[in-house]
């Protein structure tokens, strides 16, 4: 079977974690059931550790810096300095894998965005700008999701994907007869909003808020809570629940994944790794 989230691609990772430890940690060395080395960059020391058998398999810490690791996805992105998205393409590339559905996707053509005419930065004193405000949302927020205005009514956001413009939405701060004035691009490709803002504040989340507007998304975003939102509404369907992986190729995942404790020393000086499980 195919992974299709994190933790199952960490799984197939614990299989091998030695070979990974290896891999990713090159001049480290086995020390009974855990790997050794210096630092995030490998080399013979014995700051960093990571379980390589048992319950907490996976499981890591470099004791130097704090940093603490839930399992090999946690260690393969801080040692190759990337992103989840992108550590889950290595990871099944090193493993000889696809990830479950990135290879049988239909292609479909869409078009890119024009560039969007009359568009500059929200103006301070502007309807915009105070709309957003009147909403709740901070001046850092919407730097962090690059909101900006259109002929001093109409707020555009985004839809920005491995730094790919995909879609721009706009809405209208006014709403006559309680009507929202909404569109985006013709023929853009359907895409979460908010990838940008996430992979720059929460860039190795393993879970998202999936919400039905760019302002709810934003919302959570500056009260710490890592959000996308879906591009046309939440519509009349049913509410359902279920795990997800966030793909190589972007997609979002809420899966349960295993966190590291913080690295402490036990009551003989030690270095101690602890897990616990969170959901």
């Keep these: 079977m195919l992974p299709s989230s994190p933790s199952q691609l960490a799984a197939l990772l614990t299989e091998r974690a030695a070979t990974v430890c290896e891999h990713l940690l090159p001049g480290g060395r086995i020390v009974g059931k855990e790997y050794h080395a210096a630092d995030s960059g490998g ?94 949302l901070t001046e850092q927020a919407l730097d962090d999701f690059r909101v900006s205005e259109q002929d001093g009514e109409w707020i555009v956001f985004p839809y920005l994907r491995d730094g790919i413009h995909v879609n721009t939405k706009y809405l209208h701060v006014e709403r006559p007869d309680g009507k929202k004035q909404v569109r985006q691009e013709k023929g853009a490709e359907p895409c979460l909003f908010g990838w940008h803002a996430l992979e720059k504040r929460f860039p190795t989340t393993r879970f998202v808020c999936l919400t039905e507007g760019e302002i709810d998304c934003a919302t959570l975003h500056q009260c710490g809570i890592p959000a996308l939102s879906v591009p046309n509404g939440g519509g009349g369907g049913r509410l359902s629940t279920r795990p997800a992986g966030r793909t190589s190729t972007g997609r979002a995942s809420a899966s349960p994944r295993r966190r590291a404790s913080p690295a402490k020393k036990d009551s003989s000086g030690s270095n101690e790794l602890r897990s616990s499980s969170s959901t």
């Design 43 to 136: 080399g013979s020391g014995h700051s960093l550790k990571v379980v390589l058998e048992g319950d907490k398999a996976g499981v890591g810490a470099d004791f130097a810096t704090g940093e603490t690791f839930g399992d090999l996805l946690d260690v393969w992105c801080l040692c190759r300095g990337v992103g989840l998205g992108q550590a889950m393409a290595e990871a099944s590339s090193f493993l000889g894998i696809a990830i479950d559905g990135s290879k049988s996707r239909p292609e479909k053509a869409y078009q890119r965005p024009q560039r969007p005419v009359a568009v500059k930065r929200l103006s301070e004193d502007g309807k915009v700008l105070a709309y957003l405000k009147g909403r709740g």
